[in-house]
C-alpha cells in the first residue's frame, strides 16, 4: 500500500485528485471543515490544513463533512448510518424517540442527522418520525380503530394532544377523518 506522506498528501489535495477520496481526509483548521482530497472548495491557506486518515479522526478532532464535496457520506450517497436509523424510526412508531437514541445508533453526533434530515427531507429527524406515526395512526383509524385505542398505540399521552397533532398533518380532525371514511364505505 502506498505511504501517503504529508507531502503525498497536499499535492494530491492541490492538484484535486479524485483518485485519493477516502485514502484520508483534509481537514481546514480555521472552519473546522474536512473534505475530500478532490473537493472544488475553495482550498484554505496550507498552514490551516490538517491531514486526517479517515473520518473517524475528523469527528474526533471536532470537525464537520463539507457540504459541498460530501465528504461525510463517501462513497455513497446517503451516509452510512442513516439505514440504522431509518430501520428504528420505522420500526418505532409507538412512542416518541429520542435524541440520543439516534445519536447512539448512528454514531454520529445530532447535528450531523440533523443536516441531513433538513437536505434530505427537508424535515427534522423528530418531525420526520413524528409523520410516520401519524401514517400509522391514520392507517388504524382507516381500519376502523376506535381512536382512543389510535392515541394509546401510536403513543399520544392524550386524545387533544393526538388529535392536534392529526389536524397539524391532514387538516382534520381524526373523527372527522373517521366519520368521511364511514360515510363513503
Ligand atoms: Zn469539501
Same mark, same amino acid.
Given at each position: 500500500?502506498?505511504?501517503?506522506?504529508?507531502?503525498?498528501?497536499?499535492?494530491?489535495?492541490?492538484?484535486?485528485?479524485?483518485?485519493?477520496?477516502?485514502?484520508?481526509? @483534509?481537514?481546514?483548521?480555521?472552519?473546522?471543515?474536512?473534505?475530500?482530497?478532490?473537493?472544488?472548495?475553495?482550498?484554505?491557506?496550507?498552514?490551516?490544513? !490538517?491531514?486526517?486518515?479517515?473520518?473517524?479522526?475528523?469527528?474526533?478532532?471536532?470537525?464537520?463533512?463539507?457540504?459541498?464535496?460530501?465528504?461525510?457520506?463517501?462513497?455513497?450517497?446517503?451516509? !452510512?448510518?442513516?439505514?440504522? !436509523?431509518?430501520?428504528?424510526?420505522?420500526?418505532?412508531?409507538?412512542?416518541?424517540?429520542? @435524541?440520543?437514541?439516534? !445519536?447512539?445508533?448512528?454514531?454520529?453526533?445530532?447535528?450531523?442527522?440533523?443536516?441531513?434530515?433538513?437536505?434530505?427531507?427537508?424535515?427534522?429527524?423528530?418531525?420526520?418520525?413524528?409523520?410516520?406515526?401519524?401514517?400509522?395512526?391514520?392507517?388504524?383509524?382507516?381500519?376502523?380503530?376506535?381512536?382512543?385505542? @389510535?392515541?394509546?398505540?401510536?403513543?399520544?399521552?392524550?386524545?387533544?394532544?393526538?388529535?392536534?397533532?392529526?389536524?397539524?398533518?391532514?387538516?382534520?380532525?381524526?373523527?372527522?377523518?373517521?366519520?368521511?371514511?364511514?360515510?363513503?364505505?
Amino acid at each position: 500500500m502506498e505511504q501517503l506522506t504529508h507531502d503525498k498528501m497536499l499535492a494530491a489535495t492541490l492538484r484535486h485528485d479524485t483518485g485519493y477520496d477516502g485514502k484520508f481526509y @483534509v481537514g481546514v483548521r480555521t472552519m473546522k471543515i474536512y473534505c475530500l482530497p478532490s473537493c472544488r472548495a475553495k482550498l484554505p491557506l496550507i498552514k490551516n490544513i !490538517v491531514f486526517f486518515r479517515d473520518r473517524k479522526e475528523a469527528i474526533a478532532a471536532g470537525f464537520k463533512g463539507c457540504k459541498r464535496c460530501k465528504a461525510e457520506f463517501f462513497p455513497n450517497a446517503s451516509p !452510512v448510518w442513516l439505514a440504522a !436509523v431509518l430501520a428504528f424510526m420505522e420500526k418505532r412508531r409507538t412512542a416518541r424517540i429520542g @435524541v440520543s437514541k439516534l !445519536v447512539e445508533l448512528s454514531g454520529v453526533d445530532i447535528s450531523t442527522i440533523r443536516r441531513y434530515f433538513k437536505s434530505q427531507f427537508q424535515s427534522t429527524p423528530m418531525a420526520f418520525h413524528r409523520k410516520l406515526r401519524l401514517a400509522r395512526a391514520r392507517k388504524m383509524i382507516e381500519e376502523g380503530t376506535d381512536y382512543l385505542t @389510535v392515541t394509546y398505540e401510536c403513543g399520544y399521552e392524550s386524545a387533544s394532544g393526538f388529535r392536534d397533532a392529526f389536524i397539524k398533518e391532514y387538516g382534520l380532525p381524526p373523527g372527522k377523518y373517521y366519520a368521511n371514511r364511514t360515510n363513503r364505505l
